[in-house]
């Protein structure tokens, strides 16, 4: 910005406005007296120019048209003269402030009240202009009929000079008041004083740039953020027309972001070796700020072409004394020269930018480091099932430290089956990663155990209990049974999983409601069964994932997840993950994470027939029944000759689950196209272990015990056991 010639040389559109300014702060008063002007493209109001005062180096520098939270839009927008209590504008704003507007309301959280009054003729409408008092005083209808008029003259100023003449500068003008309240004589219209002007113009202009920048600083965590307003607010208002951004590394000079430079000087810069003799080494070395034109006597500072056509500045960014890097600065107009005060001003407020950019280097390795650790506590790949198609989706909440307490799990187990996990443990930090990574392994193992879901919860509920965090999680878990595309599924406290298949839609299976883990020592769980039918995908998710990442209007989340789920049965399950998930480009307070299964059905070779029975607790005669009930089905899946052999196994596994487990027993037979598969599962936790009876153990009660086995040692193809639940499953296959 050139502040000479912004003060020596009004244009038409300065003098109406400092004019108008002066005429309503010498009546009204006021800690601040703006103008702001509606940009070329309609989107913002951007401040212009504004009255020398205590605190008018806080105003807001524009708002967006479209915003109406603010009073200043709603005042251009109605075309009416508006005024507003500080009790309203914070309970306005406290009832939703968009992240993005949060640098607008620091001016507003003060006591204040104010007017507003739109800058307005028949054919255009140019801006606002503002007036704040604090104090807060009442402000009277007579305060908003003058504002009102002084809007209108400044209107019809504007008209007689043309629209197409009128520009918003990048920095606001500040102008003093020109009288003092309460001179009989004082004309509020009298001519400026340059000296006067400039002083006025640079301590307003000064601290309305620095505010404006740290304001938005303290709001950047990444790179291209601060880059962003380092060009906004530092380059740009002080003529510069490209910059680039060098940080160190290694001993070598590296460019972070670029804007506007040419791709040679780019190239040029990044890698050098700090020992290398170039301008951006020279000022880091030096630690002093250097600009380079054609009056220079450091030729090798830039080519001599180079010299004749621009004017480029070398600034370094220091941290505990030492140069982090620098920003190197082309500015518009060759031979340009700043002023002592604009050269001391930029150079502080690079500063601010440089200790952003460390920071943000600091934090950048801080969520790499994260991320890391997020990775090694989630799957890196899914086990190859033939019978399930199976992706997932995982992102963290884009706020604070890039890491959560969400997982997810595909856990292959005995028997054809399956584990799905999908979980969520409070907060997003590094405490919330680290418990979720204890959950995962204790819910895999338990699950790997051939515990049930609801076991699976409790035995995980014991566990964090037991650790010393305050933090709970919820859990749902599904066993899938590929075989047959019957499901058992528990929830601790977590959304129960969706089911879409084209015949049937979108249905979700009704789960008990137990608590989440970590809440009570005391809870209990419990499961449920549905089936998957052939084709039909389900997704488990997170709660993060109804928060706002699936694309779409205002509908509810979980109908937007339904609509995706119903075409999935025949899309590629990737592009569907990615449909849910959306871009990733939001914003977020919470993670998500999402598991989606496809289950194709039993292959043609493995597809099973399965039947169920049950004998009750200490029914011996029951194994009677479970012969009648094998000689029966073994005729109906006609493999009679086997009946014998079945028999005979059976019979032994049913009555040792009876008389050493005293428990209802569940015997489950599944035919395979080359084996019949029989599974005794019952309430006793130890393992089934065949005895040889020797002589001199005849009297021994342990000794007699699993000699049945050996029965099914010596017939059986194959036999063996599986925790599940709280018991066990003895198996063999014929």
């Known amino acids: 910005m050139d502040i000479e010639a912004s003060i020596d040389r009004w244009t038409p559109q300065e003098d109406a406005m400092a004019a108008a300014l002066r005429r309503v702060h010498a009546l009204l008063g006021g800690c601040t007296c703006t103008?702001?002007?509606?940009?070329g493209d309609g989107r913002m109001l951007t401040a212009a120019m504004s009255v020398d005062a205590p605190l008018s180096f806080a105003i807001p520098g524009s708002f967006a048209t479209d915003d109406l939270t603010w009073p200043t839009v709603r005042a251009f927008k109605s075309g009416k003269a508006t005024s507003f209590t500080g009790e309203e504008l914070r309970e306005g704003l406290g009832r939703g402030m968009p992240r993005s507007a949060v640098t607008l309301a620091v001016p507003y959280l003060i006591p204040l009240s104010m007017a507003a009054c739109p800058i307005q003729t028949s054919r255009h409408n140019y801006g606002v202009v503002v007036v704040?008092?604090?104090?807060?005083?009442?402000?009277?209808?007579?305060?908003?009929?003058?504002?009102?008029q002084e809007s209108d003259r400044l209107a019809k100023a504007f008209e007689s000079i043309g629209r197409e003449a009128l520009v918003t500068p990048a920095v606001p003008v500040f102008i003093t008041a020109g009288v003092q309240a309460g001179r009989d004589d004082a004309d509020p219209a009298q001519a400026h004083v340059p000296a006067l002007e400039k002083t006025a113009a640079e301590r307003g202009s000064h601290l309305h740039q620095l505010q404006r920048l740290a304001t938005e600083l303290v709001m950047a965590v990444r790179m291209e953020d601060i880059l962003a307003i380092a060009r906004n607010r530092v380059v740009r208002p002080f003529g510069g027309m490209g910059f680039a951004v060098?940080?160190?590394?290694?001993?070598?000079?590296?460019?972070?972001?670029?804007a506007g430079m040419p791709r040679d000087v780019l190239r040029g810069m990044e890698g050098t070796p700090l020992t290398a003799q170039t301008p951006v080494t020279e000022a880091m070395k030096s630690a002093r700020a250097r600009i380079y034109d054609s009056s220079t006597d450091l030729e090798h500072a830039i080519t001599p072409a180079d010299a004749q056509q621009r004017t480029i500045g070398y600034f370094p960014f220091l941290q505990s004394g030492n140069a982090v890097g620098c920003c190197v600065v082309e500015f518009c107009?060759?031979?340009k020269v700043l002023s002592a005060p604009e050269v001391t001003l930029f150079v502080l407020m690079l500063d601010k930018v440089g200790q952003s950019f460390a920071r943000a280097k600091s934090v950048e390795a801080e969520n790499a480091l994260a991320r890391s650790i997020q990775r090694s506590l989630l799957p890196r790949s899914f086990p190859h099932i033939p019978e399930i198609v199976v992706t997932a989706r995982y992102f963290s909440a884009t706020r604070g430290v890039d890491v959560g307490g969400d997982w997810y799990d595909v856990v292959t187990l005995p028997d054809r089956r399956i584990g799905l996990v999908i979980g969520d443990v409070e907060g997003h930090n590094l405490e919330a990663a680290a418990v979720m990574g204890q959950l995962r392994s204790a819910v895999r193992a338990y699950a790997t155990e051939g515990h049930e879901p609801a076991a699976i919860l409790e035995?995980?509920?014991?566990?964090?209990?037991?650790?010393?965090?305050?933090l709970y999680a919820t859990c749902c878990c599904v066993l899938l049974d590929t075989a047959t595309g019957s499901a058992t599924a528990a929830s601790a406290g977590h959304p129960g999983p969706l089911v879409g298949h084209e015949s049937t839609g979108v249905v979700q299976p009704e789960l008990p409601s137990d608590p989440p883990l970590g809440v009570s020592a005391r809870a209990t769980y419990h499961q449920a069964s549905f089936r998957l039918p052939p084709g039909s995908v389900a997704a488990l998710f997170t709660d993060g994932l109804l928060g706002g990442r699936c694309p779409g209007g205002e509908d509810d989340p979980l109908d937007r997840l339904r609509r995706a789920l119903e075409a999935a049965s025949r899309d590629d399950l990737e592009v569907v993950a990615d449909?849910?998930?959306?871009?990733?480009?939001?914003?977020?307070?919470?993670?998500?994470?999402?598991?989606?299964?496809r289950y194709e059905g039993a292959a043609a070779s493995d597809t099973a027939e399965v039947a169920r029975m049950f004998v009750d607790r200490d029914d011996l005669r029951g194994v009677a029944g479970v012969r009648a009930f094998l000689r029966d089905l073994l005729e109906r899946w006609d493999v009679a000759p086997e009946s014998d052999e079945m028999q005979v196994l059976a019979s032994e596994v049913v009555t040792n689950a009876l008389i050493h487990a005293h428990s209802r027993v569940d015997l489950r037979l599944?035919?395979?196209?080359?084996?019949?598969r029989v599974e005794v599962q019952d309430s006793d936790p130890n393992p089934p272990i065949p005895t040889t009876l020797l002589e001199d153990e005849a009297g021994n009660e342990e000794a007699e015990n699993g000699r049945g086995l050996l029965i099914v040692e010596a017939l059986a193809n194959a036999w063996g056991s599986s925790p599940a639940g709280r018991g066990k499953i003895t198996w063999f296959e014929l």
């Open 579 to 597: 449909r849910i998930i959306g871009d990733g480009e939001q914003e977020f307070d919470d993670d998500a994470a999402l598991i989606l299964v």
């Open 35 to 39: 103008a702001y002007l509606l940009t």
């Open 132 to 148: 704040h008092w604090t104090p807060p005083q009442p402000v009277v209808p007579a305060f908003v009929e003058f504002l009102q």
């Open 459 to 470: 035995r995980s509920n014991d566990l964090l209990m037991g650790l010393d965090t305050d």
């Open 333 to 335: 107009e060759p031979r």
């Open 246 to 258: 060098c940080l160190t590394e290694s001993g070598h000079v590296h460019v972070v972001g670029a």
């Open 670 to 676: 599944r035919k395979y196209p080359d084996r019949i």
